[in-house]
């Protein structure tokens, strides 16, 4: 029970914070016309920190990111990826009038965009890594796996949670004034995540 709290508390304390990734699903949550048609935004970035999860308690992400070149490839593509979801959030919000103005992304660009933000956000996998991945060397057998559980629940409750949100959200008939506002500002923070990448790189280098 002990293995399981701590897993769940450390899963909570990384996937809260407001993020790019969160973002972008509780933005498809609102725009999306039913629940399930945000099902593969959701479900994709919930695969995607399961597998960041397995990967850092494995140990098999912490033999891969002593090699510099691929951390290089992956700050990269991660800040090319931020700007571009950020251009694209930003033109999102343009047309005030109604939700329809605004765009639902297809399911194929869910799953991509989704992995983007999960896979090639280095600041978060190396959160995942060196918090989770660290923190799971002190347990073993049963209680090793019940800290995996718990984290990867927490984060599977989470997206679900956001995506539900939004959708509620997304019923009221003035979500798109609403919409506009939360657009800029993710767009803004987006921006910022990138400009913070660059800047912090020789750190992580």
């Not at 969160?22 to 919930?46: E, H």
């Not at 997304?170 to 923070?189: H, P, Q, T």
């Not at 987006?190 to 280098?205: D, Q």
Request: proline residues 2%.
């Amino acid at each position: 029970m002990t293995a399981f709290l701590h897993g769940v508390c450390l899963a909570i304390g990384l996937i809260l914070p407001l993020g790019i990734q969160n973002l972008f699903v509780f933005q498809q949550g609102v725009l999306q016309p039913r629940f399930y048609c945000v099902l593969p935004a959701v479900i994709t970035a919930s695969l995607c920190d399961t597998v960041l999860i397995l990967s850092a308690v494995s140990g098999v992400s912490l033999f891969l990111f002593k090699f510099t070149m691929m951390k290089i490839i992956m700050m990269v593509c991660g800040v090319v990826i931020l700007f571009y979801m950020g251009y694209l959030t930003w033109c999102s919000s343009v047309d005030t009038s109604s939700l329809t103005s605004m765009k639902a992304l297809s399911r194929k660009k869910q799953i991509l965009f989704a992995m983007s933000v999960s896979l090639l956000n280095p600041h978060a996998v190396l959160d995942i890594i060196g918090v989770i991945g660290m923190s799971s060397v002190q347990y073993e057998n049963q209680e090793k796996l019940l800290f995996i559980v718990a984290c990867i629940l927490v984060s599977w409750l989470w997206f679900f949670g956001l995506a539900t949100i939004g959708r509620v959200l997304g019923e009221y008939k003035e979500i798109s004034r609403v919409m506009v506002i939360i657009n800029k500002v993710s767009a803004v923070v987006i921006w910022g995540t990138a400009v913070y990448l660059i800047m912090s790189s020789k750190e992580m280098f």
